[in-house]
């Protein structure tokens, strides 16, 4: 079996379900299995998977063990040549497992490759390439200096080696991942995808950025950017440190009052203000109740979008590639994006980095 796509689930069904629809496009043609691993879900996720995924392998946990462990323990069950570490509240588009796959084929001495990752406004997410976090550099970038944290000697496009991916999409071989001893249970969440890509860096390994496939990764779902968040994420850091670093009072102590800082001044939600728009449905079979409820028009061709126009994109006869490609092409028009999975009676999308994500069902 050539590839193994891992997603780590806790309470995000609908988009779950947008994830799954998109991955099953993607492994067409490739020797591959679909696992979804649930972290003791409240909603109705693993129902959805059940009726909806039948040939999704499903691992239900009596509880939230967390984003290292959970992984871990699908990797264990995984048979694939390659690993894919995949977060639920993405999208993938049909080509892009057979040309980062082709990619991997051609490095000798492959560690960790992450692609070009875009929100739900279509807007590039700098994380998805970045430098090793060495306390100097976490220092800036606590205080706004985001310069040397991300890898911005490579351009969003390009393929190139990086020091560290991003966990929301990490493509790997399972025989070093598992040599690599896969994610550090000791971080819950947050941190586990830098110490990993740190851990291959030092076994000798290439990590590799994919700039020729983007994948949305709405974000918002999975995280929230409340102080627990702040909390987790610097915590991690420090675990970080602790785990890697020559210990330096003076340089704990500038952390710890950036992690204070960080808490008190970014715990508030951020959120868009959505414009005055125009709702464009894009659909081959258009739902004349989806647009009765978000008093959309429908459209037959892209020259009618303007300025500020939300754009509805109906996965059912529209390529999920098409709709990331079309989502690049609109984000300068300030365009907002939802799109409506196959066979469902929802729409779902994000305004940014920064908020949670809209599931409107009609």
């Not at 264990?76 to 690993?83: D, E, F, P």
């Not at 430098?131 to 911005?152: C, D, E, R, W």
């Amino acid at each position: 079996m050539k590839l193994s796509v891992v997603i780590l689930n806790y309470n995000v069904r609908y988009f779950l379900e947008l994830c799954l629809q998109s991955v099953e496009a993607a492994i067409s043609g490739i020797p591959s299995e679909i696992i979804v691993i649930d972290n003791n879900s409240t909603d109705d996720s693993c129902e959805m998977v059940v009726s909806k995924f039948p040939a999704v392998q499903l691992i239900k946990n009596e509880l939230n063990v967390g984003f290292s462990k959970g992984n871990n323990l699908a990797v264990k069950l995984a048979k694939g040549q390659y690993v894919c570490i995949l977060n639920p509240d993405t999208v993938v588009p049909e080509d892009g497992f057979a040309k980062i796959i082709a990619f991997a084929e051609t490095k000798s001495n492959l560690g960790i490759i992450g692609c070009r990752l875009i929100d739900g406004s279509g807007k590039f997410l700098p994380e998805s390439k970045r430098n090793v976090p060495v306390v100097s550099v976490a220092i800036k970038k606590i205080l706004g200096n985001t310069k040397y944290y991300y890898a911005n000697h490579v351009l969003e496009h390009d393929n190139a080696k990086v020091d560290v991916l991003v966990g929301a999409f990490m493509l790997v071989k399972r025989t070093v991942y598992n040599k690599l001893k896969g994610f550090d249970e000791d971080y819950f969440m947050y941190g586990e995808d830098i110490d990993l890509s740190y851990k291959s860096l030092k076994a000798g390994y290439d990590n590799y950025y994919f700039g020729n496939i983007s994948v949305i990764h709405f974000k918002g779902e999975s995280t929230s950017n409340d102080q627990i968040y702040l909390k987790r994420f610097y915590g991690a850091m420090q675990i970080f440190y602790i785990k890697n670093f020559k210990k330096n009072m003076f340089f704990d102590f500038l952390i710890f009052l950036g992690i204070k800082w960080m808490i008190l001044f970014n715990s508030e939600q951020k959120f868009i203000i959505k414009p005055s728009t125009v709702s464009l449905l894009f659909s081959k079979n258009p739902n004349t109740q989806l647009v009765n409820k978000l008093n959309s028009k429908i459209a037959s061709d892209y020259n009618e979008v303007g300025d500020e126009n939300e754009l509805i994109f109906d996965a059912q006869g529209i390529s999920f590639k098409s709709i990331i490609d079309h989502m690049q092409v609109f984000k300068e028009k300030q365009c907002l994006f939802k799109i409506q999975p196959k066979n469902s009676s929802y729409v779902i999308g994000s305004s940014s980095a920064d908020t949670k994500g809209e599931v409107i069902q009609f």
